[in-house]
């Protein structure tokens, strides 16, 4: 569980970061990224299996769409 919520909060600063961004787009998917965040810990909290396994899935593909993002924008990485 220690492990899950490590994640989770890593992803929560990438998408704080991604937020911060000038970058339309990449300010919106950091909007995205923090909403499926809060949506699994939300599920999470409440002992939710299926909301939590929705909201895992909406993570990576926003987390996916994040990294394509930051391709575009500065070339491939490491950023």
Do not use: F, H
Request: hydrophobic fraction near 40%.
């Amino acid at each position: 569980m220690l492990e899950t919520l490590d994640n989770l909060a890593d992803t929560r600063k990438a998408a704080e970061y991604a937020m911060k961004s000038s970058d339309r787009i990449m300010s919106q998917l950091g909007r995205d990224l923090r909403d499926a965040v809060n949506a699994r810990e939300t599920a999470d909290l409440n002992g939710e299996k299926n909301p939590a396994i929705d909201a895992n899935l909406e993570i990576s593909k926003t987390a996916l769409k994040v990294a394509e993002a930051c391709a575009t924008l500065y070339g491939d990485g490491p950023w």
